[in-house]
């Protein structure tokens, strides 16, 4: 090595995850949660920022793969690299460089379709043990369950995660902290460049788990609040639940940690949205999101209660489009729970083409869900659905071959239920909203979500599943 020459060279951080796919790749660091999507050839490239090769050498041997005279060639390599950079993923180093770059093989896949290789989201509900038995719960929490992974296989699973390049991780359940290992499963899961988030309903946060949180490079907690004072303390079953979920947020931020609030939009809240996002910026919570109830897991017993109506969806989506608006730049709020292009005026663009009807959701295109057990899941709310096991089978393997998830990734406009069939913002600017909403709902995934306002008008034409 002495004998080489020593030259710029640039080098991508360990911790930044260059995953193939259809389209070229996806480079991805967990600690800016960021990412960026790369066509073929830049994605070539990157992959040959090892810290081996200068920059001279990338460029020649650009030119040479792609057939590109030097300049452009050039052009290429330097705005693949700002890409790199604007994840803060690139280094420079001065170090003696190989004379030859040994180019690895462009991917290919003869698979078309819009699917992923493998999941980009993972939400894993680690366990069903909770200390509230709340009226909406998908899970139908309360008690662990006897299946549930110890230690050893709670990494098995952060190992089929990290092997199919997985590159964000929810943890939920039940109430995942308390898991007596749940710092030691945060640990592996970010020790395999994860970006990892934790949900939790604040009722119980242990110095030593506040501590664990503190010393982790969690992305950020989520905390549930559901109301203001006695609503979020009857909507939970428990006196002060309230006060020690806010305990919880103040005790997270003053630790430095990233928060953000959650709340399911219900009959018996949507009155105070507004004071649940003012109770966000009071809190210094970096982001706010209110997605409709959905009657899955115990919810399903408390439909009747807790179902939002055609104008309480409507309500919903306003406030969180004028919110959004309003805070922009001190609240980040999320509107993909509430139709946003209903209520901002949005309208379907000219260039738009029509050929393109793909519609359906994240599940089975670039998220899955697993249980406690590691059983595998198109998403949390269809646990009527398994997939296969990720302790025992590869999470790739059981994402290329579910039969249901296929059906969920050829889902067309033509095929849907009224009104999404001839509704003119699907599917440019809907793609049918939540599939998983109109299963539960309606017994088909080309039902019309039952969350969409419009939808709700129309849900008398609909079966209901008893």
């Known amino acids: 090595m002495a004998d080489l020459p020593v030259a710029e060279t640039p080098r991508r951080l360990s911790t930044v995850t260059l995953r193939p796919e259809r389209f070229g790749a996806i480079a991805f660091n967990p600690f800016f949660a960021e990412e960026v999507q790369l066509d073929s050839m830049e994605g070539w490239i990157m992959s040959l920022f090892t810290g081996e090769y200068s920059w001279p050498s990338i460029e020649r041997a650009t030119a040479d793969r792609f057939n590109l005279p030097i300049d452009k060639a050039r052009l290429t390599v330097w705005k693949t690299a700002e ?41 894993w509900d680690v366990t069903y043990a909770c200390n509230l038995t709340c009226p909406h719960c998908l899970t139908a929490s309360g008690k662990a369950h006897p299946d549930e992974l110890d230690t050893g296989g709670a990494k098995r699973v952060v190992d089929r995660l990290a092997e199919a390049q997985v590159l964000y991780l929810a943890l939920s359940g039940g109430e995942p902290l308390l898991r007596p290992d749940i710092l030691d499963i945060i640990e592996y899961a970010t020790s395999q460049n994860l970006r990892v988030d934790v949900a939790t309903n604040g009722v119980v946060l242990t110095d030593r788990v506040r501590r664990g949180l503190r010393d982790l490079p969690i992305f950020q907690v989520q905390v549930s609040i559901d109301g203001i ?7 939970r079953g428990r006196i002060g639940a309230f006060e020690a979920a806010c305990t919880t947020v103040r005790t997270l931020r003053s630790e430095g ?5 959650s709340t399911t939009a219900t009959s018996e809240n949507i009155d105070q949205l507004d004071e649940l996002i003012d109770l966000a910026v009071s809190l ?23 179902r939002l109506t055609a104008d309480g969806l409507r309500r919903l989506g306003q406030t969180l489009v004028r919110r959004q608006q309003e805070l922009l730049g001190i609240l980040a709020i999320a509107t993909d729970g509430g ?14 083409d029509p050929s393109d009807d793909t519609m359906g959701c994240s599940a089975g295109y670039d998220t899955i869900s697993i249980g406690a057990d590691g059983t595998a899941y198109p998403c949390p709310f269809l646990e009527t659905l398994p997939l296969g096991n990720v302790v025992t089978t590869p999470i790739q393997e059981i994402w290329a071959r579910a039969p249901v998830l296929h059906a969920l990734r050829n889902l067309t406009k033509s095929a849907f239920d009224e009104p999404c069939r001839s509704c003119t913002y699907a599917p440019e600017m809907c793609h049918g909203g939540c599939r998983a ?10 039902a019309p979500d039952p969350t969409c306002s419009r939808a709700a008008h129309h849900h008398h034409c609909l079966p209901v599943l008893q």
């Open 257 to 261: 940690i990233g928060v953000s609030l």
């Open 437 to 446: 909403a109109a299963l539960l709902a309606h017994g088909s995934l080309v």
């Open 83 to 123: 890409k790199l950079q604007r994840i803060g993923g690139l280094t420079r180093e001065e170090r003696p460089t190989k004379p030859q770059v040994e180019a690895p093989p462009i991917p290919q896949f003869a698979e078309e379709g819009p699917a992923l290789k493998a999941p980009k989201q993972a939400i």
């Open 229 to 235: 004072g006695s609503t979020h303390d009857r909507f």
């Open 284 to 306: 210094g919570c970096r982001g706010y999101k209110a997605i409709p109830f959905i009657a899955a897991g115990r919810g399903r017993e408390h439909e009747n209660q807790l």
């Open 339 to 352: 139709f946003p292009f209903l209520w901002n005026s949005s309208k379907p663009s000219d260039a738009y």
